[in-house]
């Protein structure tokens, strides 16, 4: 699996492609499950095969959220990906198609941004000295 970084320059690649925008509209929504499958991973699961509502991306933050409330706070992050992935593939020759491949290059960047941050700030645990349950013991 790549990296974050390595996905982050995915991603900026496609923002700036000459490729069919259906092929790039693809390959972000792919970057975009590789993002949510190092959450998946990093929570010591396997990553699902299985889709929700027609989207693998949308079953992997499914199955991220799980136990983790406020990860659902990237679930309208992924769902507008998917949103511009279908607006992407079914009108592949629409006057704003650019446009449209610009936006899905910005939430895919935005949902990477989020789930490695969050990532980052989770990997701090319990164990950080300004961890709120070790203030709140005194300790």
């Known amino acids: 699996m790549r990296s974050f970084?390595?996905?982050?320059?995915?991603?900026?690649?496609?923002?700036?492609?000459?490729?069919?925008?259906?092929?790039?509209?693809?390959e972000l929504l792919a970057l975009g499950e590789e993002v949510l499958e190092h959450w998946v991973i990093a929570r010591g699961q396997a990553p699902t095969s299985e889709r929700k509502e027609g989207f693998r991306l949308l079953a992997l933050h499914r199955q991220g959220a799980k136990g983790d409330p406020s990860f659902n706070a990237c679930r309208e992050t992924a769902r507008e990906l998917a949103y511009h992935y279908n607006l992407i593939a079914l009108e592949p020759d629409h006057p704003e198609v650019r446009q449209r491949l610009r936006l899905a290059t910005m939430v895919a960047r935005h949902l990477c941004l989020f789930v490695s941050g969050k990532m980052e700030v989770a990997g701090l645990g319990e164990f950080c000295c300004s961890s709120r349950p070790l203030r709140a013991g005194g300790g």
């Open 5 to 26: 970084a390595d996905i982050e320059a995915g991603i900026d690649r496609l923002a700036d492609t000459d490729a069919p925008p259906g092929q790039a509209a693809a």
